[in-house]
């Protein structure tokens, strides 16, 4: 099987923009959110982990420490919204449970659902135009 480079590209506004990412362990759950690729995104996690590297030397970070400092660059770079939740979206809401520890279960569905966003459908080449090379003359 040979696959089409096209369709490897990254549909780079749909990344930035953000798109709506069914959650599948929460049933009727989704989330608003732009990809894990996200230059500014990127930029800013980088920085995190420095500053943490730096505060906490050759120690491993706490979980709560890294999921609350995860859910605040989610909170500003990547949520947009979600539905299927009891409680409505707002940036305000988000602000104030994205970094709650006692919320890992919500940044890691955020996590999960911004990382799908930049996956790829693959397309492949039929046979008949890969093996659509000139015949040899039979010399």
């Given amino acids: 099987m040979t696959i089409k480079l096209s369709s490897?590209?990254?549909?780079?506004?749909?990344?930035?923009?953000?798109?709506?990412?069914?959650?599948?362990?929460?049933p009727g759950v989704a989330f608003n959110v732009s990809?894990?690729?996200?230059?500014?995104?990127?930029?800013?996690?980088?920085?995190?982990f420095q500053r943490l590297a730096?505060?906490?030397?050759?120690?491993?970070?706490?979980?709560d420490v890294l999921s609350s400092e995860l859910g605040k660059l989610y909170h500003t770079h990547i949520l947009h919204g979600w539905r299927g939740l009891d409680v409505p979206y707002s940036p305000e809401k988000a602000g104030e449970i994205l970094p709650d520890p006692?919320?890992?279960?919500?940044?890691?569905?955020?996590?999960?659902c911004a990382g799908t966003l930049s996956e790829?459908?693959?397309?492949?080449?039929?046979?008949?135009e890969k093996n659509s090379d000139r015949p040899s003359?039979?010399?």
């Fill in 8 to 26: 490897l590209k990254a549909d780079l506004t749909r990344e930035a923009k953000g798109d709506w990412v069914d959650f599948p362990d929460w």
């Fill in 35 to 48: 990809s894990l690729h996200l230059p500014a995104f990127t930029i800013a996690r980088d920085l995190m």
């Fill in 54 to 63: 730096r505060t906490y030397k050759k120690k491993p970070v706490p979980k």
């Fill in 102 to 112: 006692e919320y890992r279960n919500v940044v890691a569905a955020v996590e999960w």
């Fill in 120 to 128: 790829v459908e693959l397309e492949f080449v039929e046979e008949a």
């Fill in 137 to 139: 003359s039979g010399d």
